[in-house]
């Protein structure tokens, strides 16, 4: 699970691939008996929903003389209205806004429609899926494994698991993603099930309220993502004992079985690297979003993966030159396309944390567990902290 940050690569590309192919592409057939113009061909193959050339249009936008340079409009320029309107689309129109800013002269953003179409489309549907994949998994398991009991008999001694400190950072953390997850499930899902409930006015108000919400809850975030880093990063260095957890399993499947582990086994291990490797990556993207003028990041990063050769390998052309408009898009599926794998992952780990496993969710909600649920879930760390114990002169870590 280690590399899900890293398979969600490919995935993108093979998501760009989708959008190239959906895109217009030459078809072979000859324009002159319309002067170069639309035919019926082509309204027919758009109705019939095939991929027709554009190239046609977007390079013959009127713009190649000295009054069509003028941009005039009406019937007394050479240039017309559709040679107007077609050079806008395709950003080559030379073009003056009283209004300030980067994005303020992109009048019609032709590359829109792709991401529209994706997001609607495969992204949400795919999406859709591996979150309900994951949730009959954890029903599955449940049904089939029933809750992980406590094997041996409880001492009725407690023992120090997490400090305040690391509890803190673990909830910020925690409870910012679910904000942020609820209100990013309802911004993308909610026009389809709340319009028809409350209407389009009141629709608007929850949208609006999440928005403020998504926005604001991401510096939450960042910051106990940052806190859960520095606190716990030590205890997560991969070891050998992780191979012998993995081995049976983490003791998951089969009962009496406890593998050892230190502070945190092989499984937490995983979900802890992919948080943090998943949260910076959403982080990252949502600053973008944030802050799109500032902080444009896939131009820059696909012109480093066009350096590598790999796009041309598995036939992509990734632009290097994009607007802002363009910068948000990209940076809004990959940053929808991360939320789905975290917010599965993470549901994975509320099950496990709470009703999937005895005694777990006392390590985050006092902060101290049975001594029992120590020794068969974290062998090697009890040994540790009662050896730190002794060594001090005290008689026992437990209370």
């Known amino acids: 699970m280690r590399l899900i940050p890293i398979l969600l690569i490919p995935l993108f590309l093979a998501s760009f691939a989708w959008a190239q ?32 050339d554009n190239s046609y249009r977007s390079g013959n936008t009127g713009q190649g003389n000295a009054e069509g340079l003028l941009g005039q409009l009406g019937t007394r320029g050479v240039a017309s209205d559709s040679d107007i309107y077609r050079a806008l689309r395709y950003g080559s129109a030379d073009v003056t806004v009283s209004a300030q800013g980067p994005a303020a002269g992109v009048l019609i953003q032709d590359g829109g429609m792709w991401w529209l179409n994706f ?66 499930l309802l911004s993308l899902y909610g026009r389809d099930f709340l319009i028809p409930l409350l209407g389009k006015e009141g629709f608007a108000t929850i949208a609006q309220g999440c928005k403020w919400l998504h926005n604001n809850m991401a510096w939450a975030f960042i910051l106990g993502l940052v806190i859960v880093t520095v606190t716990w990063i030590a205890h997560n260095i991969p070891n050998r004992t992780d191979l012998k957890w993995l081995a049976v399993g983490g003791g998951l499947f089969t009962k009496g079985s406890h593998p050892p ?27 973008s979003l944030l802050f799109p003028f500032e902080m444009p990041l896939f131009a820059k990063s696909f012109a480093l993966a066009n350096a590598t050769g790999l796009p041309q390998m598995l036939g992509l052309t990734l632009p290097e030159l994009m607007s802002p408009q363009e910068e948000m898009q990209y940076a809004q599926v990959w940053h929808v396309m991360v939320a789905y794998v975290f917010i599965a992952i993470i549901l994975a780990h509320i099950y496990l944390g709470s009703v999937g496993m005895e005694g777990a969710f006392e390590a985050m909600g006092s902060g101290e567990v049975e001594e029992q649920w120590a020794r068969e879930h974290h062998s090697l760390w009890l040994e540790e902290v009662q050896e730190k114990a002794a060594s001090q002169g005290t008689a026992s870590p437990a209370e």
């Open 261 to 287: 582990a230190k502070k945190f086994n092989a499984g937490q291990k995983i979900i802890f690297w992919s948080c943090i490797l998943l949260g910076v990556s959403i982080s990252l993207s949502g600053l």
């Open 119 to 184: 997001r609607t489309g495969p992204l949400r549907t795919y999406g859709s899926y591996i979150l309900g994949a994951m949730l009959v998994a954890l029903l599955a398991f449940f049904l089939i494994r029933g809750r992980i009991r406590i094997d041996g008999e409880k001492t009725g001694r407690t023992i120090t698991r997490f400090s305040g400190v690391e509890r803190f950072g673990h909830w910020l953390f925690a409870g910012s993603f679910l904000i942020l997850g609820a209100t990013g």
């Open 21 to 52: 192919e959906t895109a217009e592409t030459p078809p072979d057939q000859d324009r002159s008996s319309t002067g170069g113009a639309t035919t019926l061909e082509d309204i027919m193959a758009r109705q019939r929903g095939e991929t027709v």
